[in-house]
């Protein structure tokens, strides 16, 4: 039990990644008492081979009408290009598409291999099947890495011989520094891009495939009467844009490829490594408003009106007994706010056992990787007063903070389909 309070407390902190989590576990809960102090040096190790100290930041920003680079920074650095690996999946899909070799209604096979990949996921059971409009708007919008190992599975035979295929398109495409080991962008050593390359296949996809280059666009897909957000925050919120991926493993920082249209002029953008989503988006529109001619329209966020902040949580079974939620207020009194990047933040829970607020912590994470991924949750003791028991109770509330508004909003969307519980709050509505 206190191995397992211990691993669930570091991992919260450090959000190691799923494909690494079963080993370690299994491994460390192999250790007997006396061997257990053996654990930090474990786990050191892990990171110094394993996992990078930091993720290197790249950004590139070119001109995609008149190829004009307009911002250079380590665009030739090889770095982890996590899931804008499924823009190269998405790309054997179109080419696949165009040949005829299949339609959007061929059904792909899922396998027990897919089936167990971590999340972001669909969920999909094995032997089960999807069909390819339904996988190319999973990848666009969830990034699901078990769809992208169908799709790997089903067009390549197996995911090894796909992500060879990807890599010999990549070549020819011009991606002269690009290795791709698997499809989905999940951690592994040898899986490697740069911020340049990354930009030249934003402009091929377009350039190759523009009618199915639209589906970037897509800003929620509902499969099997669940609502998904795609992660790609700028869509909506910055004007002319119009795809078209997001990326993150612990390894990799938060990654961001975007394609933007304004006067028929378009612009690709690549950042690599960001510490945060938020703050890897507003850096992104500022290396983008240094070269248009025109500023956006519309601000990265909008503050909600106090009509549209939902008030009550959904009701969600807790798996522990005798937990008690935190109340939120029936009525807020918001004041409108001056400052439309204000920010905000996530409440999922308040716990009496404070292993069960990292727990669900970890959890948020593990569902939502690309939008809290290493993003801190805050967790705070707070005491309310029993009015039955005329007692006093200590709860353990977790929330994530610094969020954008429809980040906020779109995490709580994929937590609650996933059972979880989660209420998106303005900082200014935070009383406590």
Not at 159 to 165: I, P, V
Not at 203 to 218: N, S, V
Not at 306 to 328: A, H, Q
């Amino acid at each position: 039990m206190a191995i397992f309070w211990i691993w669930t407390v570091f991992n919260s902190f450090f959000n190691i990644s799923n494909t690494y989590q079963f080993f370690l576990f299994n491994y460390i809960n192999s250790l007997n008492s006396k061997r257990f102090i053996l654990f930090p040096l474990i786990i050191l190790a892990v990171f110094v081979f394993i996992f990078p100290a930091n993720a290197k930041y790249a950004s590139f920003i070119i001109n995609e009408n008149t190829k004009r680079i307009y911002h250079n920074t380590n665009a030739d650095t090889l770095n982890y290009p996590a899931s804008l690996t499924k823009i190269m999946t998405l790309y054997m899909i179109f080419d696949a598409l165009e040949t005829k070799k299949i339609t959007m209604n061929t059904k792909f096979k899922v396998s027990k291999r897919a089936s167990r990949q971590p999340p972001s996921k669909l969920h999909l059971p094995a032997g089960s099947t999807i069909s390819v409009k339904n996988a190319i708007m999973a990848l666009i919008t969830k990034s699901a890495n078990d769809v992208a190992t169908v799709v790997a599975e089903n067009l390549g035979k197996s995911e090894r011989n796909f992500a060879k295929l990807m890599t010999k398109k990549a070549q020819k495409l011009g991606m002269t520094r690009t290795t791709f080991k698997n499809a989905s962008g999940l951690p592994n050593r040898a899986q490697l891009s740069t911020a340049r390359d990354m930009a030249t296949l934003g402009i091929a996809i377009r350039r190759d495939h523009p009618k199915f280059f639209e589906l970037f666009k897509t800003k929620h897909f509902v499969y099997k009467g669940i609502k998904y957000t795609n992660h790609n925050n700028l869509l909506g919120s910055y004007s002319g844009t119009d795809g078209i991926k997001t990326g993150y493993t612990y390894a990799s920082g938060f990654n961001l490829v975007a394609s933007v249209e304004r006067n028929g002029q378009r612009i690709i953008g690549v950042v690599f490594g960001g510490k945060k989503a938020r703050s890897r988006d507003k850096h992104m529109i500022n290396l983008l408003n240094k070269h248009f001619k025109t500023q956006p329209s519309k601000p990265l966020v909008r503050m909600a009106k106090p009509s549209e902040v939902p008030l009550t949580r959904p009701k969600i079974s807790l798996v522990e007994k005798n937990i008690k939620s935190f109340d939120i207020p029936s009525s807020l009194n918001l004041p409108p706010s001056k400052n439309e990047e204000e920010d905000w933040f996530i409440q999922i829970g308040a716990f009496k056992n404070r292993l069960n607020a990292h727990k669900a912590a970890r959890n948020a994470r593990n569902i939502v990787p690309e939008q809290l991924g290493n993003l801190p949750a805050s967790l705070s003791k707070i005491t309310r007063s029993n009015d039955k028991n005329n007692t006093i109770e200590h709860l353990w509330r977790v929330r994530f903070v610094e969020l954008a508004e429809n980040q906020a909003r779109s995490v709580c969307a994929e937590l609650w389909t996933s059972g979880l519980s989660c209420i998106p709050l303005p900082a200014n509505s935070d009383k406590s």
